[in-house]
């Protein structure tokens, strides 16, 4: 047990080092750049694991909806987000609003799509998350100082 | 932009949440190949369709190169640890950690290496010490996240 919990903060560790890696590149390169060669890298690696292991097109994955296929695109976006934001605004912070629009936009989906759960945990959660973002806010207005 | 990161602006925190949005569509998309397929299917499409799409976003803005010299060849690789998070995610979901186990642990491991990582500009990116009221914002964004996990029924 304590091994998968090892192994799932490692996996957050991994969002964070590409994202920090791809941040570095789009220094050098472009946001659009950093972003297609996180995407065809990343190809070429699953692939290669894909075909050592077998397995890539187990199941019935021609069944799955037309629209399940817009991931990749919608990706190619928030890669490319995430790379242009981390020089201009810092890693944590980076991650820190990425997750807080994701937790509130994951809940505006669980309310659309009718997902059981406690609306007085719903409200807390956004209203702590908002709460985080508007001190995050407040905090970093300009400071020559030290910059 | 040589040296050091600009003071954060509005549209920053805009478009930071706004990319999180777009993680839930992605979650919400992938998932839903992952219902049918394989999990490398469901890593492998949006790899290859993202791929295309950034080739050809690529070729109609035709965005310009910040440095005329090409960055060190590692500055190529974050893809492969993006591509090992889906397989490492894949494998703690179906164990007694689950879903809510998995993404609670995967903010804490990524909360803590991007402070780390700020504090030593990793990688070359600009350095800065976060200041108390980074941890406060840090502290109430991820309680009001975990209470969401475990108790608000999303993941």
Redesign the interface.
Known sequence: ?IV??G?????????????????????????????????????V???S??LL?G???????????W????????????????S????????????????????????A??IIMG????IW??S??????????W?????????PAD? | MSDMAPTPRFYHFAAAFGAGGLLTLMILFNGTLAIYGSLYFASWVPHLTGTVAALALLIILRPKRVAAVRPPLWTYLGGVSGALTVMLTSATMNTALALSGTIALGLAGQVMFSLFADMRGLFGLPQRMPGARDYLSLTLIIAGSLILIFYGGAA
């Open positions: 047990m998968f919990a192994l799932a903060v490692l996996a957050g560790v991994l969002v964070g080092l590409s994202r920090q890696i791809n941040g570095r590149l789009a220094l050098s390169t472009s946001a659009m750049e950093s972003s297609f060669w996180n995407h065809i890298v990343g190809l690696f699953i692939t694991v894909a292991l397995g890539l097109f187990a199941g019935a994955p021609q069944a799955s909806p629209w399940a296929y817009l991931g990749g695109p919608i990706g190619v976006i928030f890669i490319a987000a995430g242009w934001l981390i020089a201009r605004i810092g890693a944590a912070q980076t991650a820190l609003l990425i997750i807080a629009g994701q937790m509130i936009s994951g809940v989906l669980d997902a059981p759960g406690s945990a719903r807390i959660g956004v209203a702590l998350i908002l709460a985080g973002m001190v995050a806010q407040g905090g970093k207005r300009p400071e910059r």
